[in-house]
């Protein structure tokens, strides 16, 4: 079966620490893209950052990067310099190439405080 | 460049009507998806149009049924409502099926059944 787990349901952060969000995924196929999307209240999923599977390297998008480790099956997210306006629910996603379907995890919701 | 836009924001129906949920994609973007995001879990896939024929499907029973039309606007309907239908339906459009880029999300339309 093709799943997605994320075994956070909340974190928290203070103001410009850094906090990591974990994600993993179970798939036999090699070729997919992962994602990690935000849904602030305002309930629209917003793409944060993605990664193509045959890269190795990691990638980055301002003051949020990945820690891709495929042979574990592993994608996290690093926000760094945490600010009020990331706290969001996040989700973790993939989809194999070729195919039409993203799947999501249950989503982790972080909370950023002053 | 306008986003994605879904009406109505919100909606109560009750268990056995039919309802239909409506999605303007983005501009250039020939492809819309659907997703069901129950409460407290991550969107699931319902299914996916492109060029105005359904494109692949999730596990929805067929009482969930789309259109596509040729500027590319879609619509959901759901039929005999139960209450487990009771969710946030998101709508993403892209640039192809099979994107390597993520999808644009809506803000999505709270169902309400009672």
């Known amino acids: 079966a093709q799943t997605v787990t994320q075994s956070q349901p909340e974190m928290s952060v203070q103001e410009a620490e850094t906090v990591t969000l974990s994600c993993t995924y179970d798939t036999s196929e090699s070729d997919y893209y992962l994602f990690w999307y935000k849904q602030p209240p305002s309930r629209q999923m917003i793409l944060v950052i993605r990664q193509e599977a045959y890269k190795q390297q990691n990638a980055t998008e301002n003051r949020f990067s990945v820690n891709f480790q495929k042979a574990a099956k592993s994608f996290s997210l690093k926000i760094s310099d945490s600010q009020l306006g990331d706290a969001a629910m996040y989700f973790c996603?993939?989809?194999?190439?070729?195919?039409?379907?993203?799947?999501f995890g249950t989503g982790t919701r972080l909370q950023v405080f002053p | 460049e306008t986003g994605v836009t879904q009406s109505p924001t919100h909606l109560i129906k009750t268990r056995g009507q039919q309802v239909t949920l409506r999605c303007s994609s983005q501009?250039?973007?020939?492809?819309v998806s659907w997703y069901q995001q129950a409460l407290g879990q991550g969107p699931q896939f319902i299914f996916q149009y492109y060029r105005e024929e359904e494109n692949g499907r999730g596990n929805f029973p067929p009482r969930f049924s789309g259109l596509q039309f040729p500027n590319y606007s879609s619509e959901l309907n759901v039929n005999a409502l139960e209450l487990d239908d009771s969710a946030l339906y998101l709508c993403?459009?892209?640039?192809?099926?099979?994107?390597?880029?993520?999808?644009?999300f809506g803000s999505g339309t709270r169902l309400t059944v009672v």
């Open positions: 501009s250039g973007h020939n492809t």
């Open positions: 996603a993939y989809r194999i190439y070729n195919t039409d379907k993203l799947i």
């Open positions: 993403a459009s892209s640039l192809d099926p099979r994107t390597q880029y993520g999808y644009t």
